[in-house]
């Protein structure tokens, strides 16, 4: 008898072990929740999950889409109104599929199609950053989408249309680096989330990867190797101290990509940035640039005379401004892109230089929508677009009227 009791005192004393091991394992070590960190960071979560500064990573940030808008969910590990509750499981399905624990489907503006990229060990150690956050009761607002995009089941059909789950697919025939880079941008980075065509249904034009689209007002230039509207002028260090700074000697960020660096690329390790940008530059154009027709002598002069007036001083008579404080104007890739929106905004609206802890100097442009027509701001648009070697697409005053009324909406 006493032989069974000291065995099962035994068998006793190692499940409590046992038990004990797992709970201890459960445990996140720092070095898994430093890492998660930075995985947090390159993926720019802050950037649509935090609505307001003092309460980071506890949602409410409204995402305007064609479809109408979504608030970003609360992402701090409260119980009821966060992800506390949630099993590792839960998590991993939820960003890697887009299914939340209940089910349910999250709509594209969450970028799922490009997370499923991600590994699980990424996955879950997202996870333990984020459950070191302090808990915020934050309640999820409900999408106001247009009928019938509503109803969270045409995702289903959706995903069984456009979503490709699977994990990145490493090229045994490519630098490490390009690797990285590549799993960075196609997954985690999810670049393509604004810098790929969409089509009708806002899924991605896959054919077209990485060629420009417009988003919320602006257009996200092209990151492949097209000679004038994409990347193709920029060396890998150029690109590396853009996305690190937010400038370098071709242009200058602005708008949403501003807040990319702010939040994201500046935060990022050097070999990461630097990984980003090697697998950038290996990118051929994905599609034809337009041939372009340059404007007629008299938009040309009258585009002139308002380049002289208002623009000479900071940007010289040849365009060539002061990089990295003025941004220089020939060979500007986003400046010649067929999508002259993002120009239009800065002249509309004005910029101010992205300050950075690699460029703390800053620079100032001022908005010309009171001092200028729309005929005026279309004629210098041109101007800047076609002089200097550039070529750009006609831009008409009827295109200027349509941007101010988005700048009213506040789009």
Request: net charge neutral; glycine share 10%.
């Amino acid at each position: 008898m006493r032989t069974i009791l000291t065995g099962l005192a035994v068998a006793g004393l190692a499940l409590c072990s046992a038990v004990a091991g797992m709970a201890l394992a459960a445990e996140p070590s720092p070095e898994l929740i430093a890492y998660g960190k930075t995985l947090v960071e390159a993926g720019d979560c802050a950037g649509c999950h935090t609505a307001d500064p003092a309460r980071p990573f506890a949602g409410g940030k409204r995402i305007d889409t064609p479809f109408g808008a979504i608030y970003a969910p609360n992402l701090t590990p409260d119980r009821d109104t966060g992800i506390g509750a949630w099993t590792d499981a839960d998590f991993v399905r939820a960003v890697r599929t887009g299914i939340a624990p209940d089910g349910s489907n999250y709509y594209p503006a969450f970028p799922y199609p490009f997370f499923t990229k991600m590994t699980k060990d990424d996955t879950l150690a997202i996870r333990a950053y984020l459950g070191t956050l302090a808990p915020v009761v934050s309640r999820n607002k409900p999408p106001e989408l247009r009928w019938p995009f509503g109803y969270r089941g045409l995702m289903r059909i959706w995903n069984a249309m456009y979503f490709k789950p699977g994990l990145f697919e490493p090229d045994q025939g490519k630098s490490a680096a390009w690797n990285r880079g590549g799993y960075l941008v196609t997954g985690l980075g999810h670049c393509g989330a604004c810098h790929t065509p969409k089509s009708y249904f806002g899924a991605d034009k896959s054919a077209q990867a990485l060629s420009g689209s417009e988003v919320g007002g602006w257009y996200a230039p092209r990151l492949d190797g097209a000679a004038r509207t994409g990347l193709q002028s920029w060396r890998a260090q150029d690109i590396a101290e853009y996305l690190q700074s937010g400038r370098n000697a071709k242009s200058h960020a602005g708008g949403p990509m501003a807040e990319v660096i702010v939040n994201s690329t500046s935060k990022m390790s050097e070999a990461d940035v630097r990984a980003i940008a090697v697998y950038l530059k290996s990118l051929p154009p994905a599609r034809r640039e337009t041939i372009v027709t340059p404007p007629d002598e008299a938009e040309m002069k009258a585009g002139q005379v308002v380049y002289a007036k208002l623009c000479i001083a900071c940007h010289e008579a040849d365009g060539s401004g002061a990089p990295r404080i003025y941004p220089p104007l020939p060979g500007n890739a986003l400046l010649q892109s067929n999508n002259p929106s993002s120009t239009l905004r800065i002249i509309l609206d004005g910029a101010h230089t992205l300050t950075t802890p690699r460029a703390p100097n800053t620079g100032e442009m001022p908005g010309y929508a009171k001092q200028l027509s729309d005929a005026e701001i279309a004629a210098v648009t041109n101007y800047i677009r076609n002089s200097w070697g550039n070529a750009g697409l006609l831009v008409t005053p009827a295109q200027v009227a349509k941007a101010r009324m988005r700048e009213a909406d506040g789009e």
